[in-house]
């Protein structure tokens, strides 16, 4: 069974960091692109961040320069650490796995964490 456990969300004031943890187990996923994803209430699911099984990574406008993917193929983890945090930052924040296809998109997507939730107070 295929399950992605996020971890590391939690609240902190606007100006501080976090990061994101996200552990795969029940197959390796080396040869997959990795992404973030984030969901505000009453929003839709918008892309974060993504890296590819070469380290190539794509990043959403509004965290580029304060976010960063990064991942560790022998532990099956991707990470995503955030800077300089914004109360806009705050959601539940998803690991996903893809199977091929255009990284900043979800439907590219096939397995999902449970989410980890980030808050961020001004």
């Known amino acids: 069974q295929v399950q992605l456990v996020e971890s590391g969300g939690g609240l902190v004031q606007a100006g501080g960091s976090l990061r994101l943890s996200c552990v795969a187990s029940?197959?390796?996923?080396?040869?997959?692109?990795m992404a973030w994803f984030r969901q505000a209430p009453g929003k839709e699911r918008e892309f974060v961040a993504a890296i590819t099984s070469v380290f190539t990574t794509s990043y959403a406008d509004s965290v580029r320069g304060r976010f960063t993917i990064s991942r560790d193929k022998a532990k099956n983890t991707v990470y995503l650490q955030m800077n300089a945090l914004k109360p806009e930052d705050t959601a539940v924040y998803y690991c996903a796995a893809s199977q091929g296809g255009i990284v900043t998109k979800k439907e590219t997507y096939v397995y999902w964490g449970q989410g980890t939730q980030v808050t961020v107070s001004s």
């Open positions: 029940g197959r390796t996923f080396s040869s997959n692109a």
